[in-house]
Each structure stands twice: as structure tokens, then as C-alpha cells.
């Protein structure tokens, strides 16, 4: 059965930075974008970024281009986005995602059950 689970999330200093991990076992990349949301308190849902071997190269959101970094590795089932220059406003709860498409075109059916990261001034 697939199956998402994230980790590494936790509290950090502004300016700090966190890798998040996720495990998604039984999807393989060129069917599927895997990729990270967040959703802050009061927020809706947003996307961060997504990758697939069917797309040229990655996808960023606006506030977080430039700052994090999404890679994967094909042979362990991991997707992982390292997040540098950690800013308060990144304070969220973070979900692993996957679902057919190739980031451009991406449907998500799958969730993980989200993990936290608090960024403190």
C-alpha cells in the first residue's frame, strides 16, 4: 500500500534552517509529482514545490523560491526540501504529497499526516 511520511520538522531561530524527509514507497517518479504543502494558522493550503522525473526541473512557490530546495532520490523513495533562511512567516505544518501528473499537471491523492515547523524570532 502506498504511504507517505514525513519527518524532520521542529522549532528553529529565524535565519535558521531544517531538511524535511519525506518516505513514499510504491510511487515512482515518472508517474508521479511528489512534492511539499504548508498550511499556516488562518491560511489556506499552500504549495511549495514539487518534482517528478517527467518534468524538466522542479517547481517552487513564490515565497519560498530561492530558499528551498527540493531533491529526491529514485532508489530509496525519498523526497526531501531543505530550507534555508528560515523566516517567521514559514511557520506551518508541512504535508508531503504525491498524485499523478508531472508538476505542471498534478492532481494530489495522497497525504502525509503533516509534520511542524515553528520558526521563532
Known amino acids: 500500500e502506498v504511504q507517505l511520511v514525513e519527518s524532520g520538522g521542529g522549532s528553529v531561530q529565524a535565519g535558521g534552517f531544517l531538511r524535511l524527509s519525506c518516505a513514499a514507497p510504491?510511487?515512482?517518479?515518472?508517474?508521479?509529482?511528489i512534492g511539499w504543502f504548508r498550511q499556516a494558522p488562518g491560511k489556506e493550503r499552500e504549495r511549495v514545490s514539487c518534482?517528478?522525473?517527467?518534468?524538466?526541473?522542479?517547481t517552487y512557490g513564490d515565497s519560498v523560491r530561492g530558499r528551498f530546495t527540493i531533491s529526491k532520490d529514485n532508489d530509496k523513495n525519498m523526497v526531501y526540501l531543505q530550507m534555508n533562511g528560515l523566516k517567521l512567516e514559514d511557520t506551518a505544518v508541512y504535508y508531503c504529497a504525491a498524485g499523478p501528473g508531472d508538476c505542471s499537471d498534478w492532481v494530489v491523492d495522497h497525504w502525509g499526516q503533516g509534520t511542524l515547523v515553528t520558526v521563532s524570532s
Open positions: 510504491g510511487f515512482t517518479f515518472d508517474d508521479y509529482g
Open positions: 518534482i517528478s522525473d517527467s518534468a524538466y526541473w522542479p
